[in-house]
């Protein structure tokens, strides 16, 4: 299977500053069909994830553009420009590479100073 | 409004069995694929098990294999987990997700326990 890892866990961040999570898979996640199949999603406290980037860039629907992805291969990266309260939770990135199975990283938790 | 509430949770003990339900609306449900994926207490995620819209490729994560059993029912707009020889370690709060993660669920609490 392929391992997702995600550095840092946790990060503590000032609101109006940046924040970064680097993740990195064990294998190349580009596909055949020429797409990567890298994901965000955010956990909220109390609530269930919710998607902010898929295909390693592409924000979906209601993202604010603060959220942006990067990376290619195996390398990828979710910058928060201008953090704000409402950002605070729990980041997974996730593979989707098909076949399954799909697997997370290990979550980074990020808090507001 | 793209909605996916789920059912059947509940205390079982183990060797028991559950049937997770997953009512889906606010989308064409019979063109996205789905998946089940939990969360231990306090843990990350765990992606369960995956079913293509027409059910004709279904996949297992190992640790549920021959145990777990996904299905759906495009007619009814509904997925379902049938769960068999539960042990402690699938206590866990199980979510429908679409397609990659372009929607959750709320969540139904499995627990297993004597």
């Known amino acids: 299977d392929i391992v997702m890892t995600q550095t840092p866990l946790s990060l503590s961040v000032t609101p109006g500053q940046s924040a970064s999570i680097s993740c990195k898979s064990s294998?190349?996640?580009?596909?055949?069909?020429?797409?990567?199949?890298l994901y965000w999603h955010l956990q909220k406290p109390g609530q269930s994830p919710q998607l902010l980037i898929y295909e390693v860039s592409s924000r979906f629907s209601g993202v604010p553009d603060r959220f942006s992805g990067s990376g290619s291969g195996t390398d990828f990266t979710l910058k928060i420009s201008r953090v704000e309260a409402e950002d605070i939770g729990i980041y997974y990135c996730m593979q989707g590479i098909h076949p399954p199975p799909y697997t997370f990283g290990q979550g980074t938790k990020l808090e507001i100073k | 409004e793209v909605q996916l509430v789920e059912s059947g949770g509940g205390l079982v003990q183990p060797g028991g069995s559950l049937r997770l339900s997953c009512a889906a609306s606010g989308f064409t449900f019979t063109s996205y694929s789905m998946n089940w994926v939990r969360q231990a207490p306090g843990k990350g995620l765990e992606w369960v098990s995956y079913i293509s819209t027409s059910s004709s490729t279904i996949y297992y994560a190992d640790s549920v294999k021959g145990r777990f059993t996904i299905s759906r029912d495009n007619a009814k707009n509904s997925l379902y987990l049938q769960m068999n020889s539960l042990r402690d370690e699938d206590t866990a709060v199980y979510y429908c997700?679409?397609?990659?993660?372009?929607?959750w669920g709320q969540g139904t609490l499995v627990t297993v326990s004597s």
């Open positions: 294998q190349s996640l580009l596909h055949s069909d020429g797409k990567t199949y």
């Open positions: 997700v679409r397609n990659k993660g372009g929607a």
